[in-house]
């Protein structure tokens, strides 16, 4: 039995986002060639409501014997056929519980059912808790980035936002 639950995001839950994506970016500081990027900024409390109110959004929840606190989410946007995952993130006191794998799986069920063919994302292929991660949940690299403009788009604003080209990719799984 796991300590933690997992829900559709409520717009409610917006006002901790933020704080539990800046303090899972921490970690990249550490991380060999990025410690130069600022992962101090955020998506405001309005951007994720937004995301929300598509409901394609998930937080989980641990019970701390006084009450719930949220320990992560992942919010998502539809894009046509395809799902995209915007932001994926576990407070660093509850990682390691299979929280981000579980957020993960229940994206492909609410994808599968929802009748979307595939979910998307953009991530860093190389950081340990990035691409390799969603390889091993199914995810692929998308290397036909002209076949998919929208996500070569995405890479694009990273870059320009100062992201490392050679570091990013976009990745899928196809939910057939």
């Keep these: 039995m796991s300590d933690w639950s997992l829900r559709l995001a409520r717009p409610a839950d917006a006002a901790a986002m933020p704080a539990i994506e800046q303090a899972a970016a921490v970690a990249f500081a550490a991380e060999p060639g990025l410690e130069h990027l600022d992962f101090t900024r955020t998506r405001s409390e309005a951007d994720f409501a937004r995301l929300i109110r ?5 937080v989980v929840h641990v019970n701390d014997g006084v ?4 320990a992560g989410f992942l ?6 056929r395809e799902l995209h995952i915007w932001e994926m993130d576990v407070a660093p ?12 799986r229940a994206a492909m069920v609410d994808a599968r059912n929802s009748g979307f ?19 091993r949940l199914g995810f692929e690299e998308v290397t036909a980035l002209d076949a998919h403009l929208r996500l070569a788009g995405e890479l694009a604003n990273e870059v320009d936002d100062g992201l490392p080209a050679d570091r990013r990719c976009a990745m899928i799984c196809f939910l057939d």
């Design 54 to 58: 598509k409901g394609h959004c998930l």
């Design 67 to 70: 009450g719930e606190t949220m």
């Design 75 to 80: 919010v998502a946007e539809p894009f046509r």
């Design 93 to 104: 006191a509850f990682q390691r519980r299979g929280i981000g794998a579980g957020l993960v």
């Design 117 to 135: 063919r595939a979910l998307t994302l953009t991530t860093f292929r190389d950081v340990a808790w990035n691409g390799p991660f969603y390889a």
